[in-house]
């Protein structure tokens, strides 16, 4: 199946982060293969690259209901149709084959989005969803097709959108748990029409409607089980959801975080400033789940947005560290720090990064974006020295510690950003033999791309959870006198359209 026409060249979509997912907006939609230049509705015009543009008054207003037949997948998993006067629209929900009903929630010069509100005939490819799951949007697709569009996505980026003929392109890594495979899973508090108290997700497209949830399917049965106890002992004390329109109220996230193989669990409420029986939510946890959590944490916000970075985290109860364990090592990971979220997969994929190194010991590399250390740390017995470098300074203090704890003697860690700090690490460290970089969806970037390609590392193995990033950052560094040799997509996140890659550039002479 063919990915979209021009799909975002900059996906925006979220990382697969707790099942929050907002909208995807394929900013860079375009009309590059919009059909003819003569529309129903009259002579199309054309921008400034003389591509057909559809006239303004062809272009349904937002709150319409279009008919549509979905054609293919983007990147980032809606559907790609077209109105009869080609008019491309992003679809929430739809797969190809589908004729849909969708109301139109967004409207932009060259595309719109609209969110499915009623199948009229179903692909032949759809089967039923086994979850009412907002982050499982996939799963009305069998699992081998899933993997099948995710690997054609990825060779999409890289010869369309990157324009690399020749690297060589994988089959992808198939997960090994196609549910419950999720460590950290992050929920949001709402309320119901009568006034209960719900906790789950937000509903698809919606940043104020909340969707209660009885058993989330990404996550374990542990962290099932402690989300409904919280959520029962806040409704039982008659706590209020936090407004996300009025901007008022106290609930208003939870965050469940396991060590799979250690058995580990921290709970951490995230509420607006204010009064709370912090303690007594953490006695009744203690009392009533089958292993008491090992941390509980209560993190008040100052903001008005949602996140659940930031703001006044105090521990309620136990620890404030979660450890896990991946490739031999014992790894603490801080509150807000990061840590790939499905553990089994994680393995593997730097499992692969590791390979794809070829350090052979004696070689310095550096693990730039290197969060609480896990993919540099995971090698450094394999290398003469090792130079982490993270923008959180949380995460550092765990690499460090991370280090310690399994008497890795041979790592340093920077706290900074990658783009002042690469320079800093080369002039304190050393120019690197091999570079790992393991960036967030926005890739590296123009200016990144440049310091890496100035660090003259022979190798760099480019981790990337985002192939319509890593596509140009490629070229980049190809431009910069570099070849990139080969892509190993692996998926960690089933039912989801998400795909990780991992990526190898060689030096040229
Ligand atoms: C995809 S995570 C990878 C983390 C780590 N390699 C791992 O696998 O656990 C990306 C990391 O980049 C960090 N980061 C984001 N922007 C950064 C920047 N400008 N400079 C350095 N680090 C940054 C984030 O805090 C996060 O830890």
Redesign the pocket.
């Known amino acids: 199946m063919a990915a979209a026409p021009d799909p975002a060249s900059a996906d925006p979509t979220p990382?697969p982060a707790g099942g929050t997912p907002s909208p995807a907006t394929p900013e860079a939609a375009g009309n590059g293969d919009a059909p003819g230049s003569v529309t129903a509705d009259g002579p199309a015009t054309a921008d400034r690259d003389g591509r057909p543009r559809t006239p303004r008054a062809a272009r349904p207003q937002r709150g319409e209901v279009l008919e549509l037949d979905v054609a293919s997948l983007a990147h980032g998993g809606n559907g790609v149709a077209r109105t009869p006067a080609g008019w491309v629209v992003f679809v929430r929900g739809g797969i190809p084959g589908d004729r849909v009903r969708a109301r139109v929630s967004k409207r932009k010069r060259d595309y719109g989005e609209a969110v499915v509100e009623e199948i009229v005939s179903p692909s032949p490819e759809r089967i039923d969803p086994v979850a009412d799951h907002p982050g499982a949007p996939w799963q009305v697709l069998p699992y081998a097709r899933q993997l099948e569009i995710k690997q054609e996505q990825v060779e999409d980026a890289l010869r369309r959108l990157g324009g690399h003929a020749d690297a060589e392109i994988l089959p992808i890594v198939p997960a090994v748990a196609e549910w419950r495979y999720r460590n950290k899973l992050e929920y949001s508090f709402g309320e119901a029409p009568d006034g209960a108290l719900l906790c789950g997700f937000h509903a698809p497209g919606s940043w104020q409607r909340i969707e209660h949830i009885e058993d989330c399917l990404l996550a374990s049965e542990a962290g099932n089980a402690a989300r409904r106890a919280v959520h029962a002992w806040c409704a039982e004390q008659g706590l209020s959801a936090y407004d996300r329109k009025l901007q008022q109220g106290f609930l208003r996230n939870l965050v469940v975080r396991e060590g799979i193989r250690t058995g580990e669990l921290q709970v951490r409420i995230v509420t607006s400033v204010g009064e709370f029986d912090a303690l007594g939510l953490a006695t009744h946890l203690s009392e009533t789940l089958p292993e008491p959590p090992t941390g509980v944490l209560w993190t008040q916000m100052h903001d008005v947005g949602e996140t659940t970075y930031g703001g006044d985290t105090e521990i309620v109860s136990g620890q404030a560290y979660l450890h896990e364990e991946l490739c031999g090592l014992r790894l603490r990971i801080g509150p807000e720090?990061?840590?790939?979220t499905n553990t089994e997969m994680?393995e593997r994929l730097?499992g692969i990064a590791a390979e794809y190194t070829g350090l052979q010991g004696w070689e310095r590399l550096f693990?730039?974006?290197?969060?609480?250390?896990?993919?540099?740390l995971t090698m450094a017995h394999r290398a003469g020295e090792l130079i982490g470098?993270?923008?959180?300074e949380q995460?550092i203090q765990d690499a460090l510690k991370n280090a310690e704890l399994n008497d890795i003697r041979n790592a340093r860690f920077l706290a900074?950003?990658?783009?002042t700090?690469l320079p800093d690490a080369v002039e304190a460290a050393g120019r690197p033999d091999v570079l790992?970089v393991?960036?967030?969806r926005a890739g590296l970037g123009p200016r990144?791309c440049r310091r890496v390609a100035e660090a003259s590392p022979k190798r760099i193995v480019y981790?990337s959870?985002n192939p319509t990033t890593l596509a140009p950052d490629a070229a980049r560094i190809v431009e910069a006198g570099y070849v990139l040799r080969r892509v190993q997509p692996v998926d960690l996140f089933p039912q989801t359209p998400h795909v990780e890659c991992v990526a190898v550039l060689d030096r040229v002479g």
Do not use: K, M, N, T
């Not at 720090?337 to 790939?340: D, I, K, L, T, V």
């Not at 693990?367 to 540099?376: F, T």
């Open positions: 990382a720090s990061f840590f790939q994680a730097y693990d730039l974006y290197c969060g609480s250390g896990a993919v540099g470098v993270e923008i959180v995460a900074a950003d990658a783009r700090g790992i393991d960036p967030p990144v981790v959870c």
